[in-house]
């Protein structure tokens, strides 16, 4: 049949992808389609492995057309300075914000990046700001990232010298967001808070409730390291 490719046959997967390659570039700079332009930059990455070219491909979409998925793999060049692109986390958090701020799928992860480098301060001139990390880490928990809900238990478990007081109940709601999303210490921290009675009452049965879910989800992790080992 007609457009068929025979996969065992060198030749035709070259062909076959040669012109998947200039339908993405087709997309991208005639079309002016965004998605075409990420596909593009994925097909210049993975198939071509030219992460100098990728890198171009990403900056254009990021900068002109603002495409999130974009601006998120820009800001990730930079933190290693991939593609030849400067090492700068500034710049990455630049990349990262607008990922953030203009939504899609990688939005989520790109506002816990956002929340990381103001936390830790290492991409901002005056140093750490934990009302921007918490904010964004806030945005990213919204969006069911798992480790931005586990790092806000935390920050209200510690509060900080800044203003933030430490506040059990809310440690203990963003603990059990966590552990809803998956996450094996969110799910071992709010166990604790229920045994202790650490912004809650004290609560044995639910704390060993999640407990349990914390041991499922240590054991389903240490089988997915050993399948990715094999």
Same mark, same amino acid.
């Given at each position: 049949m ?12 070259? *062909?076959?992808?040669d ?6 570039s087709? *997309? ?21 492995k030219?992460?100098?070219s990728? +890198? *171009?491909?990403?900056k254009?979409?990021?900068?002109t ?6 601006? =998120? ?18 710049k990455a ?9 203009a ?7 790109a ?10 301060g ?14 964004y =880490?806030? %945005? ?9 809900c586990?790092?806000l238990?935390?920050? =209200? ?7 933030l007081a430490?506040?059990?109940?809310? +440690?203990? %709601? =963003?603990?059990?967001r966590?552990?809803?999303?998956g ?8 166990s ?27 054991g ?5 390291q050993l399948?990715?080992g094999?």
């Amino acid at each position: 049949m007609a457009g068929l490719v025979n996969f065992e046959d060198e030749n035709e997967v070259k *062909q076959f992808l040669d012109n998947l390659g200039v339908e993405y570039s087709f *997309q991208c700079y005639k079309e002016k389609d965004p998605e075409g332009c990420q596909r593009l930059a994925d097909y210049i990455e993975g198939v071509k492995k030219n992460y100098e070219s990728a +890198a *171009q491909v990403l900056k254009h979409n990021c900068e002109t057309n603002g495409h999130g998925e974009s601006c =998120y793999k820009l800001g990730a060049y930079h933190i290693t300075g991939k593609g030849g692109v400067t090492e700068c986390l500034k710049k990455a958090y630049s990349c990262f914000m607008r990922s953030c701020n203009a939504g899609g799928k990688k939005s989520a992860d790109a506002c816990h990046n956002v929340g990381l480098l103001a936390h830790d301060g290492r991409a901002l001139e005056g140093g750490p700001d934990f009302t921007v990390g918490r904010m964004y =880490y806030e %945005k990213a928990c919204s969006g069911g990232f798992a480790p931005s809900c586990f790092n806000l238990s935390a920050m =209200y478990i510690k509060g900080d010298s800044k203003g933030l007081a430490p506040d059990m109940t809310l +440690a203990l %709601k =963003y603990a059990n967001r966590a552990c809803e999303l998956g996450h094996v210490w969110g799910c071992a921290n709010a166990s604790r808070m229920y045994r202790l009675g650490d912004g809650t009452e004290k609560d044995e049965k639910k704390a060993e409730e999640l407990k349990n879910r914390a041991r499922k989800l240590h054991g389903l992790e240490k089988e997915r390291q050993l399948k990715f080992g094999d």
